[in-house]
């Protein structure tokens, strides 16, 4: 089984501070993204990554950035965290196959509030 | 972009019925379309998926149909157990390499016994 770890299951941050959320995928995926989920909203597509150092803004990019050095891993960037920014993030992989074929496994979630 | 239009936003059914969840998506070059379960506090979980040029999709006590001429698909779970119990998330991609899968808002399905 494809696994996707994010580093984080819980974490508080500050107003301002620049946070980091990590997601490590150990299947050679190519495709890797990041979405938030929050109530009522369902999961909002915020970056997404289809080759090493390759990046491409989602629905709602504004205020965050993505890294993508190595390709088992891809990283959130807050740069300056603000409290709206609280929210449930979720990592995915895929494998590749263009835009068919199977379905994402997702990480466990990282549950971030900004204080 | 994809749009995913995703209804009813909850459905309270008792157990042993039925339950529909329907979806609509914009973008005509979508040709896949999954379906998600979660469960509170666990990650979405893929549980049945549709391409473009079936119609219908049946596992079990769960099915999916797509129009595509209508741009729209929908999720049936027969014989509704209290462990169906969950949000469901219906999602569409289109068929060029470089996208993403874009989702519906969800659906809180509670089933009571």
């Known amino acids: 089984d494809v696994k996707v770890t994010q580093s984080s299951r819980y974490l508080v941050k500050r107003t301002g501070e620049k946070v980091f959320l990590e997601c490590v995928q150990d299947?050679?995926?190519?495709?890797m993204f990041w979405y938030r989920q929050d109530p009522g909203l369902g999961l909002r597509l915020i970056y997404f990554s289809y080759d090493v150092k390759m990046k491409e803004k989602g629905d709602i990019p504004e205020g965050y950035s993505v890294s993508r050095e190595k390709k088992e891993r891809f990283s959130l960037i807050l740069e300056s965290a603000s409290t709206n920014q609280t929210s449930m993030y979720l990592c995915?992989?895929?494998?590749?196959?263009?835009?068919?074929?199977?379905?994402?496994?997702f990480g466990s979630g990282t549950r971030l509030t900004v204080v | 972009g994809e749009n995913v239009e995703q209804h009813p936003s909850t459905l309270s059914v008792q157990e042993g019925d039925s339950a529909v969840i329907k979806c609509t998506y914009s973008d005509s070059a979508s040709n896949y379309f999954p379906w998600y379960k979660q469960e509170l506090g666990k990650r979405p979980q893929l549980i049945i998926d549709i391409r473009s040029n079936v119609g219908e999709k049946k596992d079990q006590r769960i099915a999916v149909t797509l129009n595509k001429t209508a741009k729209h698909f929908s999720l049936h779970i027969t014989e509704t157990q209290p462990e169906d119990s969950a949000v469901y998330f219906c999602?569409?991609?289109?068929?060029?390499?470089?996208?993403?899968?874009?989702f519906g808002k969800g659906t809180t399905l509670s089933v009571s016994s």
């Open positions: 999602a569409a991609i289109p068929n060029q390499a470089g996208t993403a899968l874009i």
């Open positions: 299947m050679d995926h190519e495709n």
């Open positions: 995915a992989s895929r494998a590749p196959g263009g835009g068919s074929g199977p379905g994402y496994t």
